[in-house]
């Protein structure tokens, strides 16, 4: 998250000044369950189905000499494409998990991947792979989200609404579209939020709350000891009125806050 903009009277930029330090993801799911059962992968590949569409090749299989997280991972080799490759053509299934219409649930994952585009050029041997991800529930998959998938584990989380009450849903992991190999491992479906950040600046703080319902944000957890008060601002002004503001405060959901010193 980087804010960079007009004072709230429209004189000068930036005028929160530099950021101090990285956006930062706020947990609010907690100690919610994980609905995936299996998502380390330290004894078995329970839980993961590989679908394959249209005579796409592809294998599963358990991966103890590379884990992102434990002692194995989740492998997924694939030796060749399609003459039409699509993301859906290979297909890892995660589930099945009960879900309720219209509730946000959240999906953290450790990924990697290598493309196998080193072979083609040394100089090429990073280009990262993309991935695709949805929730489906009755047969309904409103969104589809991708990451971008390197030689390096990365952590990803992803926030999707079912579409439907489903006692029988399911996440899937869409490939197909490149050869090559991904790994997942560390999987974890919660329900809840799961995209609330904050981020500090030399003159205040920037709180964005991405998910589809309300986020609490614990202001003397973000910024220990400083004072905090609204934007003295032009528009909103009922909202934006200078008014001094602590403890905790809750964003609905798409929405963020910029508060100053």
Known sequence: IVFQGVDPNGRRLHYLGAPRGDALRIDLLGDAPNLLTNGGFERDTAGAT???????????ARDTSNAGEGSASLRVDM???????????????LGPFRVEK?????FRFRIRADA????ISPLFAEAPMRVAV??????????????????????YSLSFVAAADDAQANLFVLLGKEAGSVWLDA???????????ARRFEHGLVLVNGSAGPATFDLSALAPGTALRHLRGMQ???????ASVSGRVTLPGRDALVKEL
């Open 134 to 155: 949805n929730l489906t529930a009755s047969g309904q998959a409103p969104a589809e989200q991708d990451v971008m998938a390197s030689r390096a584990w990365r952590e």
């Open 79 to 93: 030796p060749a494409v399609l003459a039409d490759p699509q993301d859906d053509h290979v297909r890892v299934r």
């Open 116 to 119: 196998g585009y080193g072979a």
């Open 187 to 197: 999987l974890r479906l919660q329900p809840g939020p799961g995209d609330a950040f």
């Open 102 to 106: 219209g509730r946000e649930y959240t």
């Open 236 to 242: 909103d002004v009922t909202f934006n009125n200078g």
């Open 50 to 60: 590989l679908v394959l569409d249209r005579r796409a090749t592809a294998t599963l």
